[in-house]
């Protein structure tokens, strides 16, 4: 057996304490819980205060990730984070997390945007980085303040977002068979146009008809967005295990992107697999973008959900569309 060529050696997350409920909503906009819940899965989400930044999110996950895996801020050279809703367009928030972490400035910092499936793209690119040898302990992050570019006024998009963060440490592996297996990456960039944020960029600067218009919230079709991702997904979890010579039923615990208890109904039923065998939290978060895995990661990783052998799959899909899988042995 071939020895991975990165680990995963400590987890964190962190979500706001505000909790906006269905009930919450209910009075902002012209919905119910139970239209929610039924067509989502989504009981409620969280809600960063005024003060907090995506970085604050991001700083709160991060250490405890880095006290989970026993690695000091000191050591750490590379900082990726994930993020669609980053402090400012420039700089990068992974500069601002390395800074306020205390992470030497000979670290290097980047973002990478690919929305939902951010956390796996950047995951993929640290352990790339890490396996190659120039990198020796990556703090990989996926952080969202969603509810700053959620249109509050759009019942159709509101409900499903959320703010939050999650971690992960990843280092060189040392045991045969264990760690990183594997990943695949994509995007269907012809659907760039299904779930976008149209302003504030170099096509649609912003003004003040860009704001009177509400160019800087987030526009989505959900129809074409929730048949693509059932797709998209399933395609991505077999494309994986085929690639790595496994079945479906060898997953012990598959972690999707927490969008919608919907479309992870169906990617089970298509993988002929019991919705057991997947990881939900989605009814406390929403859909917190780069986050979710993370966040999902970790919660499954504390309660013991993963144990020493398992097999878990990541499996995401986002704006771009983007999509990206991967297959770990802890
Ligand atoms: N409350 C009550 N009624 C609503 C609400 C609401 N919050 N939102 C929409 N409706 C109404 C619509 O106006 C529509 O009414 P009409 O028939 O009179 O026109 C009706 O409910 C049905 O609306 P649909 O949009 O057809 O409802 P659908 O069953 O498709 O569910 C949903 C909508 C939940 C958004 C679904 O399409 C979905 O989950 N799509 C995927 C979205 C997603 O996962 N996006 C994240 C992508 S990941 C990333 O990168 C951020």
């Known amino acids: 057996m071939s020895t991975p060529a990165t680990v995963i050696l400590g987890t964190g997350s962190y979500a706001p304490d505000r909790v906006l409920t269905n009930e919450d909503l209910s009075k902002m906009v012209d919905t119910s819980d139970e239209w929610i819940r039924a067509r989502s899965g989504i009981r409620e989400r969280r809600i960063a205060a005024a003060d907090q930044a995506t970085s604050d999110l991001a700083v709160q996950a991060s250490l405890r990730a880095l006290e989970a895996s026993g690695v000091p801020a000191s050591e750490i050279d590379l900082v990726v984070v994930a993020t669609v809703t980053p402090d400012y367009p420039m700089p990068s928030t992974a500069c601002i997390v390395q800074h306020k972490l205390g992470v030497p400035t000979s670290a290097a910092c980047f973002d990478v945007n690919a929305a939902c499936s951010g956390f796996i793209y950047a995951l993929d690119t640290a352990c790339a980085l890490v396996s190659s040898g120039r990198y020796r302990r990556a703090l990989v992050v996926g952080a969202e303040k969603l509810s700053s570019v959620v249109d509050?006024?759009?019942?159709?998009?509101?409900?499903?977002?959320?703010?939050?963060?999650?971690?992960?440490v990843v280092g060189p592996g040392t045991t045969p068979g264990l760690g990183l297996i594997g990943t695949k990456l994509g995007a269907l960039g012809e659907d760039t146009d299904l779930l976008y944020i149209p302003g504030g960029g170099s096509r649609l600067p912003t003004s003040a008809e860009s704001i009177a218009r509400g160019d800087q919230f987030i526009k989505m079709k959900g129809k074409e967005v929730f048949k693509l991702a059932v797709r998209v997904m399933e395609e991505a979890a077999r494309d994986i295990l085929e690639q790595h010579g496994f079945q479906a039923h060898q997953i012990d615990l598959v972690i999707p992107h927490q969008a919608n208890l919907r479309i992870i109904d169906a990617i089970a039923q298509y993988l002929e697999l019991p919705v057991e065998r997947f990881f939900v939290n989605v009814d406390r978060y929403g859909n917190t973008s780069?986050?979710?895995?993370?966040?999902?990661?970790?919660?499954?990783?504390?309660?013991?959900?993963?144990?020493?052998?398992?097999?878990?799959?990541?499996?995401?899909?986002?704006?771009?569309l983007t999509y990206g899988s991967a297959l770990i042995r802890w």
């Open 290 to 320: 780069a986050a979710s895995i993370p966040i999902a990661l970790d919660e499954a990783r504390r309660s013991g959900r993963i144990k020493a052998g398992d097999l878990t799959l990541l499996v995401a899909f986002g704006a771009g």
């Open 152 to 168: 509050w006024q759009d019942r159709g998009t509101c409900m499903l977002f959320g703010d939050g963060a999650g971690a992960v």
